[in-house]
């Protein structure tokens, strides 16, 4: 696997640190648990850390050298990708894996090179579309402006797909790809960890509703239009979760943006900014809400609503890209329009103001929730890996 900005050992809730992260690292754990030999390749961003770590049973974690051994914006590390696949090039050339997947677009341009010249079949996961986030950012968009290009001709090289959504591969198609090149199979939950049952978080305010956020502290996801919602509903308190730690929280600009939003509507006292979150807690965190919302301008999956479903708790989402196929509206939430607080605000209000539609939707979302846990989801992965090595023949010899 080859995961070039998402570590599977990095700490959740900076800016580039986030769903991929779990991904990789849950689906590298399923994958040693079925008996796979697992090697996660990732950028070295810490001269102290090890050339080789051993992750889990099956599964170790390869620091590559590319690029300065500190930490880089996932947007600044385009250029040192050439130096990625030349590093993955001698590796695979002494110990050559049988399948390479590669997750986000710099990862699949590095594999691609360094896996076609050894006749190494790749498959290829996305998580985001370059040409996806210009549509809804537009000018914020700070994606190298080589990402859409890439994409595309990832799109056209690569052996095989692995998207996550329908959504994505109807995209994927309208960029080229072959639709009997596809496979998609959903992102996972740890169906152990994530449960109605164990710990919740302790409430500093018993008699009030909890909406819970826990997300990357980026304008995208949307955050803003949540404390706005909340503004509209009394005695409902809002605690998001991401970022840097609590400590640093004064000095990110997000944050700081965050705050003065609620203290400019009179809500601060409702409104806790609780920095990075272990993973480990994060589900005592989301067993503590009534209500979680997932509420982005667009989303390409949306783990965190899986993982609210999982707990037994009804999750307000945006009708957008995973989210509409992860929620069912009605049944195990409420889909919204994304930028809408009003529309947030109407669908939280329906929720907490009726235990029994709050309590039927958390059990509905369990059920759910099951079909994503990791043990399916790897064994459709290696499916996809098994199948792939059978048919795969050298791009040479392909009609």
């Not at 974690?61 to 001698?90: E, I």
Request: hydrophobic fraction near 45%; charged fraction near 25%; proline fraction near 7%.
């Amino acid at each position: 696997m080859v995961s070039e900005h998402a570590s599977p050992l990095a700490t959740l809730g900076g800016v580039d640190a986030g769903g991929q992260n779990v991904h990789v690292a849950d689906l590298a754990r399923a994958l040693g648990r079925l008996g796979a030999d697992v090697v996660v390749h990732t950028r070295r961003d810490d001269p102290a850390l090890a050339r080789t770590v051993d992750f889990a049973p099956n599964v170790v974690v390869d620091h590559v050298d590319a690029g300065p051994a500190a930490p880089v914006s996932k947007d600044q590390l385009l250029p040192y990708m050439a130096a990625f696949s030349r590093q993955l090039a001698d590796a695979w050339h002494d110990r050559r894996p049988d399948i390479v997947h590669s997750h986000f677009w710099m990862s699949g341009l590095a594999a691609l090179h360094a896996a076609q010249p050894l006749g190494i079949p790749l498959a290829h996961t996305y998580h985001a579309l370059g040409v996806v986030k210009r549509r809804h950012q537009g000018a914020h968009d700070t994606s190298p402006s080589a990402r859409v290009g890439v994409e595309q001709m990832l799109a056209l090289g690569v052996d095989r797909i692995v998207a996550t959504t329908a959504d994505e591969a109807f995209e994927l198609v309208a960029l080229g790809a072959e639709l009997d090149r596809i496979t998609v199979v959903p992102c996972g939950v740890d169906l152990e960890r994530f449960r109605p049952g164990g710990p919740a978080d302790e409430r500093r305010h018993p008699g009030r509703r909890r909406v819970v956020v826990v997300s990357r502290l980026v304008e995208r996801k949307g955050i803003g239009n949540v404390i706005a919602a909340v503004a509209q509903l009394p005695d409902v308190e809002l605690v998001i979760a991401g970022g840097p730690p609590a400590a640093m929280l004064d000095d990110d600009e997000e944050a700081r943006r965050f705050q003065s939003l609620a203290d400019s509507l009179g809500i601060a006292e409702r409104v806790e900014l609780r920095g990075a979150v272990p993973r480990e807690a994060v589900p005592a965190l989301l067993r503590s809400a009534d209500v979680v919302a997932c509420c982005p301008w667009y989303e390409p999956f949306g783990l965190v609503a899986v993982e609210a479903m999982a707990c037994g708790v009804p999750v307000v989402a945006s009708a957008v890209g995973g989210l509409a196929e992860t929620v069912t509206d009605g049944v195990t939430g409420v889909l919204v329009p994304p930028r809408s607080p009003a529309s947030i605000a109407d669908a939280l209000q329906r929720v907490l103001a009726d235990d029994g539609i709050r309590l039927a939707m958390g059990a509905a979302g369990r059920r759910r929730a099951r079909r994503f846990g990791w043990q399916r989801i790897a064994e459709q992965t290696l499916d996809v890996a098994r199948s792939l090595a059978m048919s795969w023949e050298p791009a040479g010899d392909r009609a």
